[in-house]
Each structure stands twice: as structure tokens, then as C-alpha cells.
């Protein structure tokens, strides 16, 4: 599995220990920044290439990071194909994955602490979209939402 993660520096912190638990678990991790702490930055700058490399198939699964997770998940859904939402438990996880196929995870660098960002992180990676007929049915109306849109 292709992940990407990112954040401005309101997530800079929590993205950095996400990154290095992933990368300390095996994990091949790609990281669209920032690289370093600059209070200064803005999270479209970040989060954007993050969602157009999920977008493309470059990356399986996205994490965004910023302060609250609102903006990472406002910029994240601008690209066709991107399905991201802030989390903020574990149920929604990996309910979100199996049945809305959830493809880049948002959390609030400045909401939530370490440990529970982290179960969060793997509730989302250890699920399976189901595929299940309604569920089908479902994102089926959501693409064809999304094309519309872009004509
Ligand atoms: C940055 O101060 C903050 O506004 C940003 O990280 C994020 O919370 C926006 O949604």
C-alpha cells in the first residue's frame, strides 16, 4: 500500500510522529511536507499535492494533518476521485473505509493527542472497502455527482 502524508504546521508535529511510527512499522511513506516547522505556511500547499497524487492512483491512502482538520479535509475533496474526511474515533476509521471507501484521513493536529491519532491512523489502514451492492450504489451516485460537477 502507496501512503502519502502531509500537514501545515498546525499538524507538523502530529505528522511527524505519525511518519516516523509508520516508517518504524515498515511502512514506505511518502512525505509532501512540510519538512520543517514554519508558522507561516499555509496547508493548501501541502495538503493539495497530497490529494492530487490520491487522485491519481499515485498514493492509496492520504493523511493530512493541519490544526483543526477542517481545512486539510476542505482542500482534499476539491480533487475528483478524493474521498477525505476529518476523523476524530475509531469507529468512523474504518467504518469509513468499508463503507464509504475513504481514501485520505484528516486529523487536527491541535484536537486530538498521539495516542489516539494513532489507533485512529491504523483503524484506517487495516480496513477494507466491503464492496457491498448498496455501498456500490452509493459512491456510484457520488461519482456521478462529481462529474457533473466538473462539466
Ligand atoms: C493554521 O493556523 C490553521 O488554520 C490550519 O492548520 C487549519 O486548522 C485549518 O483548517
Redesign the pocket.
Known amino acids: 500500500m502507496k501512503i502519502g502524508i502531509a500537514a501545515?504546521?498546525?499538524?507538523f508535529t502530529l505528522k511527524q510522529q505519525l511518519l516516523h511510527l509508520l516508517q518504524a512499522e515498515g511502512y514506505h511513506v511518502t512525505d509532501f511536507g512540510a519538512k520543517t516547522l514554519d508558522q507561516e505556511d499555509d496547508?493548501p500547499d501541502y495538503i493539495a499535492p497530497l490529494a492530487r497524487a490520491v487522485s491519481t492512483g499515485l498514493i492509496d491512502r492520504g493523511i493530512a494533518v493541519?490544526?483543526?482538520g477542517?481545512?486539510?479535509a476542505i482542500v482534499a475533496n476539491k480533487f475528483k476521485g478524493v474521498r477525505a474526511a476529518l476523523i476524530t474515533e475509531t469507529y468512523s476509521a474504518h467504518q469509513g473505509v468499508e463503507h464509504d471507501e475513504l481514501n485520505l484521513l484528516c486529523l487536527?493536529g491541535r484536537v486530538i493527542g498521539p495516542e489516539l491519532a494513532k489507533e485512529i491512523l491504523f483503524a484506517f489502514l487495516h480496513a477494507h472497502y466491503s464492496g457491498e451492492t448498496r455501498h456500490q450504489r452509493r459512491l456510484g451516485k457520488l461519482e456521478k455527482i462529481e462529474n457533473d460537477s466538473f462539466k
Open positions: 501545515d504546521h498546525g499538524g496547508y493541519c490544526g483543526s477542517v481545512g486539510a487536527g
